[in-house]
C-alpha cells in the first residue's frame, strides 16, 4: 500500500533536538506552577486572587501543554524522518513541472511541482517551498532521497 507523499521535516541534530525539548518542557511549566500556587499559598489569598490565579494557571496549562506537546512531537517528527531516510532511503531524481511564487509565511519563496523518480518506487507528484532560487526553472533536475515504502522524500 502506497500513501500519500511527504516531505520530510527539516533535520534537527541531537543537541538542537534536546535544547528544543527542554524550551519545549519550560513552555509547560507556568501553568501548573500557577495551579499549585494557588492552591497551597499560606496564608490564603483573597477569593478574587484565588480564582485569578487558578483561572490563570487552567488557561497557561491548556496553552503551554498543548504548544509544548505540538513542538515536542515535530522534533521527534523530524528526528524519526532523518532516520528513515538514512536507513531505507534510495537516490532518486525530482524533476520541476512547474514553479508559482509562495507568498504564504513569513518567508515568501517558490512553490515547487516535482516529478520524482528512482529506483524501487513508483514515480510520484509532490509539491514542496523552497527559497527563492533563479535555478528552480521548469525541466530542471534536483537530487533526492526517497524512502519507497511510503514515499517521504527530502530534496537535497
Given amino acids: 500500500m502506497t500513501s500519500v507523499p511527504r516531505e520530510a521535516e527539516t533535520p534537527i541534530g541531537p543537541i538542537g533536538a534536546t535544547l528544543c ?3 519545549f518542557l519550560a513552555i509547560c511549566l507556568p ?3 500557577l495551579l499549585v500556587a494557588a492552591v497551597t499559598l499560606d496564608p490564603p489569598r483573597p477569593p478574587a486572587d484565588f480564582w485569578g490565579l487558578l483561572a490563570g494557571g487552567v488557561l497557561a496549562t491548556f496553552v503551554g501543554v498543548g504548544f509544548g506537546v505540538f513542538g515536542w512531537r515535530v522534533v521527534n517528527r523530524s528526528r524519526r524522518d532523518a532516520r528513515r531516510l538514512s536507513a531505507a532511503g534510495v537516490a532518486a531524481t525530482a524533476e520541476i513541472l512547474a514553479v508559482a511564487n509562495h507568498l504564504g509565511g513569513e518567508d515568501p519563496g517558490l512553490e515547487l511541482h516535482l516529478r520524482i523518480s528512482g529506483p524501487g518506487f513508483a514515480t ?14 521548469p525541466g530542471a ?3 533526492a532521497v ?5 514515499r517521504l522524500f527530502k530534496i537535497a
Fill in 141 to 143: 533536475v534536483l537530487a
Fill in 124 to 137: 510520484f507528484e509532490a509539491d514542496t517551498v523552497r527559497a527563492d532560487d533563479p535555478t528552480f526553472v
Fill in 31 to 33: 501553568g501548573p506552577v
Fill in 146 to 150: 526517497v524512502e519507497p515504502a511510503d
Fill in 21 to 23: 525539548r527542554l524550551v
